[in-house]
Nanobody, 121 residues
């Protein structure tokens, strides 16, 4: 019914920048919040940044001042601009959406398949 597809991951040198994108498609009435999580092997998935429909944001302490989350409600897209990247930012990044379906108006959560970011020289 609903798909989230991330793009933009890759290999970047420390200190570099990269932007992740995620588009939600399918039977969507409205998206409440969109977020980026990340996960490394052997660790729990952690919240990186979240943005509400109205544009309020919240960030993990480890990325404050370096990452910026934004969204385009008309296109059902969310972005994560990542600057001053560090090796410890290396992870699989997942897009998450908390939304209402257009056929049932029920609230559901969805995840993307993940995109790999590697920060290394």
């Amino acid at each position: 019914q609903v798909q989230l597809v991330e793009s933009g991951g890759g290999l970047v040198q420390p200190g570099g920048s990269l932007r992740l994108s995620c588009v939600a498609s399918g039977s969507i009435f409205s998206i409440k919040t969109m977020a980026w999580y990340r996960q490394t092997p052997g660790k729990q998935r952690e919240l990186v940044a979240v943005i509400t429909h109205g544009g309020s944001t919240n960030y993990a302490d480890s990325v404050k001042g370096r990452f910026t989350i934004s969204r385009d409600n008309g296109k059902n897209m969310v972005y994560l601009q990542m600057n001053s990247l560090k090796p410890e930012d290396t992870a699989v990044y997942y897009c998450h959406a908390d939304l209402y379906l257009s056929d049932t108006y029920l609230e559901h959560e969805y995840w993307g398949q993940g995109t790999q970011l590697t920060v290394s020289s």
